[in-house]
């Protein structure tokens, strides 16, 4: 059985009313395509705290007294933050390290004032830059373990965070 089809003249007020109810719909989706939101992540809850996160570390072969942790900060407060220091049951001291270039020359150097972490911004502590140099370390790190830190802050006080001991991670 053929189907029907309707054809409408186009001197016809059905044309008219047809050409009208498209050009309304194509202005219809226009609209909704310009102001639709583009798929994007969901957005992320603002930091409004000091966050610390992501913390690991290295495993340190037998017969080597240092080890290298990694974090991140967020400083997510009103106000700048300084990170004083660092301890830990494991290490006789833990000190904040930097690394950069100097010419052609990778240079480590103890942050011997802390690092001051400005209102709004993250420090990344990664190999090869930012990392806690473990110093006069008894027992090595083996993967797995969890080794405690207390980070000391000049605002936000002491915080306890532990940094897993990851195989294969960057070396320092």
Not at 41 to 54: C, M
Not at 140 to 149: K, L, M, R
Request: charged letters at 20%; glycine letters at 10%; aromatic letters at 6%.
């Amino acid at each position: 059985m053929a189907s029907k089809r309707r054809f409408v003249h186009a001197s016809g007020k059905g044309y008219v009313r047809a050409m009208k109810n498209l050009l309304i719909i194509a202005l219809l989706a226009f609209a909704a395509a310009c102001g639709a939101p583009q798929t994007a992540a969901p957005p992320q809850p603002e930091i409004t705290t000091l966050e610390v996160s992501d913390g690991w570390a290295n495993p340190s072969p037998g017969g080597v007294d240092v080890a290298a942790g990694y974090l991140t900060i967020a400083n997510g407060t009103d106000a700048e933050e300084r990170l004083l220091s660092a301890s830990s049951p494991r290490a006789s001291r833990v000190e904040i390290h930097e690394m950069r270039m100097d010419g052609d020359v990778m240079r480590m150097r103890m942050l011997e004032s802390g690092l001051t972490i400005p209102r709004g911004e993250t420090a990344f502590f990664e190999a090869n830059g930012l990392h806690l140099m473990f110093i006069g370390v008894a027992q090595p790190f083996t993967p797995g373990e969890e080794i405690p830190v207390t980070l000391t802050f000049e605002k936000a006080g002491a915080r306890d965070v532990r940094l897993q001991v990851r195989a294969g991670g960057p070396g320092h």
